[in-house]
């Protein structure tokens, strides 16, 4: 499929263009849809992804130009960038070089719409239609379009403007300087234009079982105060709420729990009805709809009794009916009801109900005249499929069906057997509706043929497995009576499946999937396995190696084969996200769990420990976030848009490196634990890794790349698992490495205290195990009550509230710092390195580590 955009303001015409990898597209590392280049045009194999890349370039094309031109063409933080294709090559050089006095003529102020907002005749701007689409999720999938963050400010920086109408002299917004303000400034103060906000709004609320705060339903409050308030002064505004600013109002609803927000939308739904209250419009389709959306995000069985509740009232209504969405909705009730049963024992899917509502939605299509929109499509029947999507999802759901023992199969009558034979059955009777019916919108798609394999899956056993790795293999070589073609997300609970499952033969059931998947690749390259589906082989090995408690030899082979595929995975990754730190960890564990009997098998663990981490360090160095100049202070980024990935990726790939660091040093120590000599040899060989992490880590800290962003998560653990190896490093050769760790350990942490970035109890906790460290390995009681007052001075002058744990601590070594207890400390001044010192002390430290 390819598609194009017909332009009405300019009368440009936008073709499908190459989608990017954009994160939000799913877990399967931000892969874009598959696509083929042909003659010039992109082809897609989905339409909606055809129709998306042609609305994705003409998004481009518009930031480019007029609506987003005063943040210049790197910065994407309202409308992100959707297709590889230049923007800016694509319109020309007159849309980039326009004379600054002259007319903008691609800005044409009315566009006739045919209906919406309060008078179906009334003409909308660009900016209006294009902030509309902006917020409706039809353009891009949820995921993707708009972020939160973005929704949340461009609604608080609507806000200011709609308070300076209303002369409210809000002061200076803080976030006015974050969002579209050239957007903002230039769209009218309409019903349709604040409606397009609370929609963005109403489309933020992830789908989940947990709680939500109420900061949207508070914002989305104050727009509709202010809308009434606007359409009724002496020259009022045409932005009069209307039933559309309702309903998206239900949706921006936030409460404790699901439930909560479930009930409070459908106590306004009742205000709506009654025909007491004027404050509110009769409702419509959409307002019913909307209630039933959030009843459906509650888990269990009232969601679909209350959802059936609702829709019979639509049912009796004359003015609002139920509609294609209403239907959608009540289907997948059925499915959403059976979350919070046993799912071991439990049905999750009801022909015989489905084929009811599908029935009663044929009734209404032939009342309506045949209409489209009413007809059953491959959605429609999909709708009621139990189906994971998402790859936490995925694994937290399928995990439970394999915690009891592996079984060869499921006895006939089970629960979960009938479903999985329902949901084939399903499946042929889609795929028998398209041939004999000629219903082709009704045939099977990638996502019936995946609630098959999920389905098989969900059994538990090596029958299931095996049944859904042949659904999938015979789908990818064209074996099924229509092509559907499988992706990777087809193959993933399959692997997964079998990397939890504890059999022997699973290590080898996985390997022979992922040839057989690099086989099948070669035709459709889009089924190459990704890292993180190889990585599974590792989970596999761990489980297998848990089973073999009692064999030392098989957990020590096992290890070292799961490190050497570690390495050549690593060795192929793209980056560290496509493989995980987890992975490492993984493997680092496995060696947890080894035990040697010889000084060969000793070296022989180290070895392998360095060979992970040199690999974790080389696939960390890949990195943009780690592209620093250690000597000069400098780094490498060349534009403001690396610069802000790195702002956004430093936090988290520094927590998953602070993971692997502390894993280490705790495995080390539970393996080597009862033989010191051993010990202190790989303690001393690994401290200069460790020593050079918490370095680089101050350095990134400090260094330009945090500044005016979020400080790094405080290695609470790294730093206590560390302070426990500086305690090993007694001897007079060492002594000083243990020494200088701690000493910036505590400095690092007096940092965070200083930020309130730490609790008192945490800081307290690394102070002491610092001090107990310099007590330690420190013989010379000069040189020991030098370090122990400058330690005090750091820790007194971060919080005055530390004076307390320091009385009692150095008054258990006899050194008096009555002076520097009596010191009137600011912290933010007094404490201030200049950048020079600083700089002088990291360059003695980076010698001492060389």
């Known amino acids: 499929f390819t598609s194009s955009f017909d332009c009405p303001v300019t009368g440009q ?188 709004l109403a489309n933020t609320y992830p789908n989940s079982d947990v709680a939500v705060d109420t900061q949207i339903e508070d914002v989305a409050d104050q727009i509709i105060e202010l809308m009434k308030v606007l359409s009724n002064e002496t020259n009022p505004l045409p932005c009069a709420p209307d039933i559309e600013t309702y309903n998206n109002y239900i949706q921006c609803l936030g409460a404790t729990l699901l439930t909560d927000r479930a009930k409070k939308s459908e106590e306004i739904l009742e205000k709506m009805i009654s025909e007491k209250i004027d404050e509110y419009p009769t409702p419509n389709c959409g307002s019913f709809n909307a209630v039933m959306k959030h009843w459906l995000e509650v ?91 998402d790859h936490s999802e995925m694994e937290s759901s399928l995990r439970p069906f394999f915690d009891t ?42 996502h019936t043929l995946e609630a098959v394999i999920q389905a098989w899956i969900r059994t538990g056993s090596e029958e299931g497995i095996r049944n859904a790795e042949k659904w999938a293999i015979d789908a990818s070589e064209g074996k099924t009576h229509l092509l559907i073609t499988p992706r990777l997300e087809t193959f993933y609970p399959i692997l997964l499946a079998w990397s939890v499952a504890g059999s022997a033969d699973a290590p080898f059931n996985i390997k022979s999937l992922l040839n057989k998947m690099d086989e099948l690749g070669e035709r459709i390259p889009e089924l190459r396995p990704s890292s993180d589906l190889r990585s599974l082989l590792i989970n596999a090995w761990k489980k297998h190696q848990d089973d073999n408690v009692g064999n030392p030899k098989a957990i020590l082979d096992i290890a070292e084969e799961s490190t050497e595929y570690l390495i050549s995975l ?69 534009n403001s848009n690396q610069r802000n990935r790195a702002n956004l990726e430093l936090p988290e790939m520094s927590t998953a490196i602070d993971s692997l660091y502390s894993k280490l040093i705790s495995t080390t120590l539970n393996i080597f634990g009862d033989d010191e000599k051993f010990r202190q040899n790989i303690i001393e060989e690994f401290f200069h890794e460790v020593e050079g992490h918490l370095l680089r880590r101050e350095r990134y800290q400090a260094s330009i790349i945090s500044c005016g962003s979020t400080p790094l998560p405080f290695p609470d653990k790294l730093y206590k698992d560390a302070l426990k190896w500086c305690n090993f490093l007694k001897d007079e050769r060492r002594s000083g490495d243990a020494v200088r760790v701690a000493f910036q350990i505590i400095i690092d942490t007096a940092s965070y205290q200083r930020q309130d970035q730490v609790t008192l109890v945490q800081a307290n906790e690394i102070y002491s195990d610092g001090m107990a460290v310099i007590e330690s390995v420190v013989d010379n009681p000069d040189e020991k009550r030098l370090i122990i007052r400058r330690v005090a001075e750091e820790i007194m002058s971060s919080n005055s509230k530390n004076e307390a744990f320091l ?42 580590i060389k």
């Open 13 to 200: 015409i936008f073709q499908s263009g190459t989608l990017l990898n954009m994160e939000e597209f799913g877990p399967f590392k931000s892969r874009a849809p598959p696509m083929k280049l042909i003659d010039g045009i992109c082809y897609y194999s989905e339409s909606k992804n055809a129709i998306h890349a042609a609305a994705g370039s003409a998004m481009d094309v518009l930031t480019a130009t007029n609506f987003f031109s005063s943040f210049g063409r790197f910065d994407h933080k309202v409308v992100p960038r959707f297709c590889e294709e230049d923007p800016y090559i694509s319109i020309g050089e007159q849309f980039l070089h326009q004379d600054e006095e002259g007319d903008d003529d691609f800005i044409i102020q009315n566009i006739p719409q045919a209906g919406g907002g309060i008078n179906k005749d009334a003409s909308k701007s660009t900016l209006e239609v294009i902030l509309d689409a902006w917020a409706d999720d039809s353009i891009f999938n949820k995921r993707s379009f708009p972020s939160q963050p973005d929704a949340l400010r461009t609604a608080l920086a609507w806000l200011e403007k709609l308070k300076s109408k209303k002369d409210v002299n809000s002061g200076a917004s803080k976030y006015s300087r974050d969002v579209a303000v050239s957007l903002l400034q230039q769209t009218a103060i309409t019903t349709f234009s604040c409606n397009a906000i609370l929609k963005a």
């Open 299 to 389: 888990p269990g069985t009232e969601s679909h009794r209350k959802i059936a509740a609702l829709f019979s009232r639509m049912e009796m209504s004359i003015s609002c009916p139920p509609n294609r969405k209403s239907f959608l909705i009540a289907l997948k009730s059925l499915a959403s009801s059976a979350i919070g049963l046993d799912p071991t024992n439990s049905s999750l899917f009801h022909p015989e109900v489905t084929s009811q509502w599908i029935e009663r939605m044929h009734k209404y299509k032939e009342e309506r005249g045949n209409c489209i929109e009413m007809k059953a499509d491959a959605e429609i029947f999909n709708a009621a499929l139990p189906l994971c999507t």
């Open 405 to 446: 023992e592996f079984r060869p199969k499921l006895p006939e009558s089970h629960p979960r057997r009938q479903d999985a034979i329902n949901i084939e059955r399903w499946f042929y009777s889609m795929e028998h509706r398209c041939q004999e019916e000629d219903e082709m919108q009704s045939a099977p798609d990638i």
């Open 570 to 638: 690593a060795e192929s990754a793209e980056d560290l996200k496509s493989l995980g730190g987890e992975v490492f960890e993984m493997v680092i564990d496995m060696w947890g769990a080894t035990t040697y009997n010889s000084a060969e098998e000793q070296s022989r663990i180290q070895s392998q420990l360095l060979a992970v981490v040199n690999q974790y360090n080389r696939l960390v160095g890949t990195q943009l976030v780690w592209d620093f100049d250690l000597e000069n202070d400098h780094y490498h980024g060349d």
């Open 807 to 848: 009385k009692r601590t150095i008054s258990a070594v006899n050194i008096d710092i009555s002076d520097i207890l009596a010191k009137d400390f600011i912290p933010l001044k007094e404490q201030r390195r200049t950048r020079k010192g600083s700089k002088r002390k990291r360059i003695r430290r980076r010698k001492s």
